[in-house]
Each structure stands twice: as structure tokens, then as C-alpha cells.
Nanobody
Framework: QVQLVESGGGLVQPGGSLRLSCAAS????????TEWYRQAPGKAREWVAQ???????YYKDSVKGRFTISRDNAQNTVSLQMNSLKPEDTAVYYC?????WGQGTQVTVSS
């Protein structure tokens, strides 16, 4: 049974940083395209970042240069380092791999 568990969300002031992590059981991140999505209140879920098995990464334009996706094969985790956070980054962030989703972690950027 596959389980994805996100952690690391919280409340941060504009300009601050957070690091989200997604831990997996029952599936190896290194074997799949892994993605982060987010969903703000009243909006559709949107793609944020992805990492291919070979390590190539892509980002949504609005987060490029501020967010970094990474993978730890030994720990079987995927992380999203988020810097220079803005109020518009406020959302529930989800880890996605294959057909599986985590439960999400809330990120709130507010002064």
C-alpha cells in the first residue's frame, strides 16, 4: 500500500522560507516523476514543480528562482524548499507521484 505524508507547512511572514517534505512508503520516488501541487482557497489545484527520475526539474513560472525541488533517494523523500515566500503562495501543498497523492500540508504566508 502506497502512502505519501507531507510535512513542514506552517505560518511564515512574507519573504520567509519553509521546507516541505514528502515521505513515501510502498513506492520509490527515484523510479517515478514526482511533483508538487498546491491549492489555494476557492481555486483549482495547480502544478508547482516536478522532478524527473534523472533529476531534471521544472517549475511553475511564478515560483521559478524561489522554489527548489529535491529528492533524497536514501531516505525516499522529496522536498520543496520555498524561499522569498509571498502571500499568493498561501495554499495547501500536495506531493504527487504516479496516481498517488499525499494529504497535503498548509502553507500560510502572512504578516
Amino acid at each position: 500500500q502506497v502512502q505519501l505524508v507531507e510535512s513542514g507547512g506552517g505560518l511564515v511572514q512574507p519573504g520567509g522560507s519553509l521546507r516541505l517534505s514528502c515521505a513515501a512508503s510502498g513506492i520509490l520516488f527515484r523510479d517515478y516523476l514526482t511533483e508538487w501541487y498546491r491549492q489555494a482557497p476557492g481555486k483549482a489545484r495547480e502544478w508547482v514543480a516536478q522532478m524527473f527520475t534523472g533529476g531534471i526539474t521544472y517549475y511553475k513560472d511564478s515560483v521559478k528562482g524561489r522554489f527548489t525541488i529535491s529528492r533524497d533517494n536514501a531516505q525516499n523523500t522529496v522536498s520543496l524548499q520555498m524561499n522569498s515566500l509571498k502571500p499568493e503562495d498561501t495554499a495547501v501543498y500536495y506531493c504527487h507521484v504516479s496516481t498517488y497523492w499525499g494529504q497535503g500540508t498548509q502553507v500560510t504566508v502572512s504578516s
